[in-house]
């Protein structure tokens, strides 16, 4: 995990983690946007959010949330899982988002069914996959406890450099807005253990075991 600013390793809770392997298949991620600051930078204006969107979020007033895709979904299945004994050395995958908030003012501009994936050289980032198809922020992460039952995450959300480069081409500000930090999110995820193959067999031979205990 790459640690943009501000966090220490033993921020990274680990600790009474049994399983294996894990996989995200639910939760929601709360977001809590300074729209103001947005507006005065870029001249994009909040107009709303798209119906399923939880308000408020669990950042207080002002927040929203948005729910996290089962990795059962048709599209866009949410693919994030781990090893709890070993977060750093096994994370793979995305976590995938219902939901879009709608801007207007300077621009029309939708962005929303947000997914949170690991870029290897910016780190974690929160990418857009409705209009602009793009990372529209790094996630520098404040604190995380990846366990087996749950994974939650607090951040601070930073433009990213390639979202910082839209909005000037796209004449919205002349100012280089890489790194500006526009809010926070929440990340409150639940999981499921998914067996290593060696229990998953264990698991079975009991099983039929006990199934021909009974027949006897």
């Known amino acids: 995990m790459r640690i943009k600013t501000g966090m220490a ?11 294996d392997f894990v996989e995200m298949v639910g939760g929601q991620t709360s977001v809590l946007l300074d729209f103001q600051l947005i507006e005065d930078a870029t001249g994009l204006q909040f107009a709303g959010v ?30 994030f899982g781990y090893a709890p004994t070993d977060f750093f050395g096994t994370f793979q995958g995305s976590i995938e988002h219902r939901g879009a908030v709608y801007f207007g003012g300077a621009a029309d501009l939708t962005v929303g069914n947000f997914s949170i994936g690991w870029d290897d050289a910016e780190g974690f980032q929160v990418v857009d996959t409705i209009d602009l198809d793009i990372a529209l922020f790094d996630v520098n992460i404040l604190a995380a406890s990846p366990l087996a039952g749950t994974f939650d995450l607090d951040a601070d959300l930073l433009i990213s ?46 099983g039929l075991f006990t199934g021909r205990r009974r027949r006897n």
């Open 9 to 19: 390793l033993g921020a990274v809770c680990c600790s009474g983690a049994t399983a």
């Open 50 to 79: 798209s119906e399923g969107v939880i308000t408020p979020g669990n950042l207080g007033e002002g927040s929203v949330a948005f729910g996290i895709t089962s990795p059962f979904a048709a599209s866009e299945p949410t693919t």
């Open 161 to 206: 450099n390639t979202f910082a480069d839209l909005l000037i081409d796209l004449g919205l500000t002349e100012t280089d807005l890489s790194g500006t930090d526009v809010g926070d999110a929440r990340v409150q995820g639940i999981n499921r253990v998914i067996p290593s193959p060696a229990a998953a067999g264990a698991l079975l031979i009991a």
